[in-house]
């Protein structure tokens, strides 16, 4: 009984420690409408990167990413094979059509942005 007891406590402290560093990215699932991904992941780097003063915030003429069917419509744009949106935030940062201008985001950032639109960008 004493080492049934020690071995499920090793067992539960293994299981406890292999998680602590894990960091949470849910999964994209094709053909359902994941708002959980898109508002938990993708809205704030977006939020924080693109819908700010003067660019993509609604107030200019440019599209409002505050709005999901907004960026959803940037998205499905193509250039060169590649989403228009994806495409313009890889580019040099001295390219012109770079985005967001006179920033980069971080590569993490870009790949899940990337993961995101090669699995049906679902948002709602």
């Known amino acids: 009984m004493k080492k049934a007891l020690l071995l499920l406590s090793i067992l539960f402290l293994l299981i406890q420690a292999a998680c602590v560093n894990d960091k949470y990215i849910p999964e994209v699932v094709n ?3 994941d708002t959980t991904y898109y508002s938990r992941v993708i809205k704030p780097i ?3 990167n693109c819908a700010t003063s ?3 915030d609604g107030h200019s003429t440019l599209y409002n990413f505050n709005n ?6 940037e998205v499905e744009e193509v250039e060169d094979g590649e989403s228009e949106f ?3 935030i890889k580019l040099p940062l001295n390219h012109p059509g770079h985005m967001p201008v006179g920033d980069v985001l971080s590569p993490s950032d870009i790949q899940l942005i990337e993961n ?3 699995n049906g960008y679902e948002g709602c």
């Open 31 to 33: 053909n359902q409408c």
């Open 46 to 48: 977006i939020t924080t």
């Open 54 to 56: 003067g660019c993509h």
């Open 68 to 73: 999901y069917s907004e960026v959803k419509i």
């Open 86 to 88: 994806l495409h313009r």
């Open 116 to 118: 995101w639109i090669n």
